[in-house]
């Protein structure tokens, strides 16, 4: 017998699932809402499903939850026992489930991408996700820079929402069952776990990337998708950390330079952003580093501004007048007006080999050069792009060129759908992504709905 999932909540008129914590605000871990993996009853092997979901994430749940109602029959299949995994640990448990401001500016957000998210994002925006989740129950609160978290900053309890809705719209989760392959039938689609044969209408392939593959983001759907045709742009760590070669500030991990201007070269320069980087004890993070490292590769030569968004002419510039109208006073006191910390200050000026005690007046004009070249754009060789088990997102997946931009529909195979990560695309920090999985999540239901009315009335 298949592993199911039994869900049991309370809740409000009109059938969908309500968010309505204990005293001690913990819903999910206590017994108003508790989830247990259960026995199934056994299912024919003749049962043919209205839409079949590989993959309980967060697209992959709110897919099933907005494509079901009436009497459609609709599975989600979930490799790991317990569905959510990923989104668990998302924002280190706090779910940064969007962000704030006006729903055209994501598009921006997603490198190449946004131009293909468009109807997505714009079809189910950040607006609708934050009602969604108040509507039940769950409020939104808008923090640091415009993220948008659960007020209980609870990953958790944003699964427990979403959980509660698929129960309320009767969709089955069967957990601990894994997907060995996907083949095209007559009526839709066969999809084996194993010995197992589900059948259905339309199917939804919600797996994920690569990253934190512990959560069960083991790249399945890239298979699965080839399997049926399609091609996969080069799959890679995205909003990762990266390591230094020969790093020289190990001792100052920690240190941050708020709104940092990096560069990536590559024989030319390839990219170029800004935001915060963090200095770590063998490399880089932060904003800054996490949302240009899709595209960084081992062997960049990264320039990091140490001094804001100061060239290197105007730096020059700016140490030649130091010099001529304050020459008397030490280097280290003037590089402190740039906000440069005083230990990295310090630390360029030893790489540099220029005396810690210098006065301005006595820079030479080559120490002056060098200093202004370093400060503007210090050089580090990217040794290695943090692997998946520390990328939060993957670039790369599911070729954007097949995917038919205002349904999330195959073009090269009827009825067959791709969400969330698995495709080319992946956001900055600051919740896209997860905005991404919901709004293609949503659109891929939309039309699943349509289809399936239109079959109903024989159309």
């Known amino acids: 017998m298949p592993i199911g999932l039994s869900i049991s909540s309370h809740l409000h008129e009109g059938g969908s699932a309500r968010y309505e914590p204990d005293q001690d605000g913990d819903l999910y871990h206590n017994g108003r809402f508790q989830m247990v993996v259960v026995m199934s009853e056994d299912r024919s092997r003749d049962e043919i499903w209205d839409l079949i979901v590989v993959g309980a994430g967060p697209a992959g749940l709110f897919c099933a939850a907005s494509a079901s109602g009436g009497n459609r029959k609709v599975l989600v299949l979930e490799k790991k026992r317990t569905p959510g995994r990923k989104l668990l640990i998302s924002g280190s448990g706090r779910c ?9 500016a994501f598009l921006d957000r997603y490198g190449g991408a946004g131009r293909f998210l468009r109807p997505a994002l714009l079809g189910f925006t950040n607006l609708d996700l934050v009602a969604f989740f108040e509507e039940r129950g769950l409020s939104m609160t808008t923090l640091e820079g415009g993220k948008v978290f659960p007020e209980t900053q609870r990953s958790r309890d944003v ?23 996907i083949e095209k039938s007559e009526e839709g689609f066969l999809v084996a776990c194993g010995n197992d044969i589900h059948r259905s209408r339309f199917l939804v392939i919600a797996t994920g990337g690569r990253s934190y593959p512990a959560t069960g983001s083991a790249g399945d759907g890239y298979s699965f998708a080839e399997a049926l045709g399609h091609a996969i742009a080069e799959v890679g760590p995205a909003l990762a950390p990266v390591r230094i070669r020969d790093y020289p500030f190990a001792d100052l991990a920690g240190i941050s330079l708020p709104g940092a201007r990096v560069s990536i070269f590559r024989g030319k320069k390839v990219k170029e952003g800004v935001g915060d980087v963090l200095f770590t004890h063998d490399g880089l993070s932060g904003p800054g580093i996490l949302d240009l490292s899709r595209d960084i590769r081992d062997g960049d030569l990264l320039r990091v501004s140490f001094a804001g968004a100061r060239k290197k002419e105007e730096m020059e510039r700016w140490l030649l007048a130091r010099s001529e109208e304050e020459g008397g006073r030490n280097l280290r006191s003037v590089l402190a007006e740039l906000a440069i910390p005083a230990r990295l200050a310090s630390r360029v000026l030893e790489l540099l080999e220029i005396p810690q005690d210098l006065k301005c007046a006595s820079m030479t004009r080559r120490m002056r050069i060098d200093l202004a070249d370093h400060l503007s754009g210090f050089p580090m060789i990217v040794e290695e792009v943090g692997g998946f088990d520390l990328a939060m997102a993957t670039r790369g997946g599911v070729d954007l060129r097949e995917i038919d931009p205002k349904t999330m529909e195959s073009r090269l195979v009827p009825g067959l759908y791709f969400v969330g990560e698995v495709l080319d695309v992946d956001g900055d920090t600051g919740g896209y992504n997860l905005q991404a999985a919901f709004s293609t999540g949503f659109l891929a239901a939309e039309r699943i709905r349509k289809r399936l009315a239109e079959m109903e009335d024989g159309r």
């Open 96 to 104: 940064n489930l969007t962000h704030d401001g006006e729903a055209r």
């Open 159 to 181: 699964l427990t929402v979403l959980l509660a809705e698929c129960e309320a719209r009767k969709v089955e989760i069967s957990g601990g069952k894994t997907v060995t392959s």
